[in-house]
């Protein structure tokens, strides 16, 4: 057969490294590990092709596989320039039976450090397969691979590109004019997408109340099993990770101060706390700052704090949190970083144009600010996610919890195109429980059975689900 050359990853020989990584990884994702027996002789993905494009690490390569093994065929890109973790890419190309020298794995796009022009290329591969066929399911982080499938229709139906006024639209529409992907066809393929994180669901759910959503999607974030421990647990691990290998500052007894107290802050503000940092929370949701103020956060202000604390990690999914005005009245040293899934929060173009300011690269991914007055501010992952850029994300047993979701997700829309016209919707109770469920065995978890008559009483069934849709955990 012809030698496999569909892929771009840094460098094949660290294939073996990245396999011995996932073998590891798979005994720490039982959920994924249960779904691929479970499902392995009724193949619900045979006919799918997905493309993905989420964080190329380590736990992707896993869930890569589960998707293969339910029978899918697969194409993959990161979802961020710094994400990748190269041997992991390295052993998805080789695949579990090939050689670096007889690649026999899967078509994937992605490696550490790409330029903005290279990621998009890798997204548009990703979406690229061979012969007629388009993809019929996208599997999306942050939205940007269903971006790319929109703004590529738009730009066919009205000739009209999207407004490039920032630098990153400026490369997708130089994609567009270049491209040679017939879009409309190849959206009108897409049975659907299953989406990843809180920013990429709420593009989501724009585009369904602009009227301007393609196909159907599964918003896999608010599973509970979800946004409950990848953005909370996830990030409680990997923040604290991602500063100790950028920088190996002590954090106990510095101030630091997370911005945002969702999901992701709760975490984020907990590991702080628990390594022994003073933290203090920023918050315009009235609930969110009281649930920091009884969590025994200070809550306040950036400008309150902004010249007294040592670490400032945003966390909002927002933009311009951390404004460049912000960044010159900080201490000497302070480290800024970010967590959210745009780069956006942090004003690194403002950062950029101060008179006289010099950056310097310590290594990649950390870099110095030396403002005029000589003053330095240490700077993570050049604004983007830093426990993706400077550390490897979050772990495989949270992970299993996110992927177990997105696999089911995936399931659920390919098999079941008629339960689900165009539209966002999450997934069904049942299967969420299902997830949290599949990992209880690994922790040593004894549940409680509910008797039929207690369970009579609180009016659900024996076997769940247990919640109604707006309990809130
Ligand atoms: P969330 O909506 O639960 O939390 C964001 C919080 O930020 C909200 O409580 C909101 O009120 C607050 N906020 C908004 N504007 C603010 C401002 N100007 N100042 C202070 N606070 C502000 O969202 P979640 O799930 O916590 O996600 C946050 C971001 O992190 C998203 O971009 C998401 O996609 C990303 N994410 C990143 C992960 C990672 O591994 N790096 C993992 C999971 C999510």
Redesign the pocket.
């Given at each position: 057969s012809a030698e496999f050359t569909d892929f771009k990853v840094a460098d094949l020989s660290l294939a073996a490294f990245g396999r011995k990584e996932i073998t590891l990884a798979e005994h720490e994702m039982p959920g994924l590990m249960a779904i691929r027996e479970e499902y392995a002789e009724a193949q619900p993905l045979a006919g799918a092709r997905i493309t993905g494009s989420l964080h190329m690490t380590v736990q992707t390569a896993v869930l890569i596989e589960t998707l293969v093994a339910l029978g899918a065929q697969v194409r993959w890109a990161s979802c961020n320039i710094f994400s990748t973790q190269d041997h992991a890419a390295a052993a998805i190309a080789v695949g579990p039976n090939g050689t670096p020298g007889n690649p026999q794995g899967v078509p994937v796009f992605a490696w550490k450090g790409e330029t903005l022009e290279e990621y998009w290329w890798c997204t548009e591969q990703a979406l690229t397969w061979p012969g007629e066929a388009g993809p019929n399911m996208i599997l999306d982080d942050g939205g940007d691979a269903t971006l790319l499938v929109h703004q590529g229709v738009g730009y066919r139906k009205t000739g009209v590109l999207p407004d490039a006024d920032n630098e990153e639209l400026a490369v997708v529409r130089a994609l567009l004019e270049n491209s040679r992907l017939d879009w409309t066809a190849l959206a009108s393929g897409i049975r659907g997408v299953t989406e990843e994180?809180?920013?990429g669901v709420h593009r989501l759910y724009e585009m369904q109340r602009d009227g301007s959503l393609l196909f159907p999607a599964i918003n896999v974030n608010d599973a509970v099993t979800k946004?409950k421990f990848?953005?909370k647990y996830?990030?409680r691990h990997?923040l604290i990770d991602g500063i100790n290998r950028a920088t190996d500052v002590l954090i106990g007894g510095k101030t630091a101060v997370v911005?945002?107290?969702?999901?992701?802050?709760k975490g984020c503000a907990e590991s702080l706390r628990g390594q022994g940092a003073r933290v203090i929370v920023?918050?315009?949701?009235p609930i969110?700052a009281l649930q920091a103020a009884m969590d025994g956060y200070q809550v306040t202000t950036l400008d309150e704090v902004v010249d007294k604390a040592d670490i400032f990690v945003t966390?909002?999914?927002?933009k311009d949190?951390i404004m460049a005005s912000d960044m010159a009245k900080m201490k000497h040293q302070a480290i800024v970083g970010n967590?959210?899934?745009f780069d956006n929060e942090i004003d690194m173009a403002g950062l950029a144009k101060i008179p006289g300011i010099v950056k310097d690269e310590v290594k990649p991914q950390v870099h110095t600010w030396t403002f005029p007055d000589g003053k330095v501010i240490i700077i993570l992952s050049e604004g983007r996610?830093l426990?993706?850029g400077n550390a490897t994300?979050?772990p495989s047993f949270v992970m299993s919890n996110s992927f177990a979701d997105q696999t089911l997700a995936q399931i659920e829309l390919f098999t079941k195109p008629d339960e689900y016209p165009t539209g966002v919707y999450t997934l069904p109770k049942h299967l969420d429980e299902k997830v949290a469920r599949l990992h209880l065995d690994a922790l040593g978890v004894k549940l409680t059975k509910l008797r039929p008559e207690q369970a009579a009483y609180i009016g659900v069934d024996v076997d769940g689900p247990y919640k109604p849709d707006h309990y809130r955990y």
């Open positions: 994180t809180t920013t946004s990848d953005n996830g990030c990997s911005c945002g107290y969702g999901d992701v802050g920023t918050e315009i949701d969110c966390t909002t999914g927002n949190i967590i959210g899934h996610l426990n993706l994300g979050h």
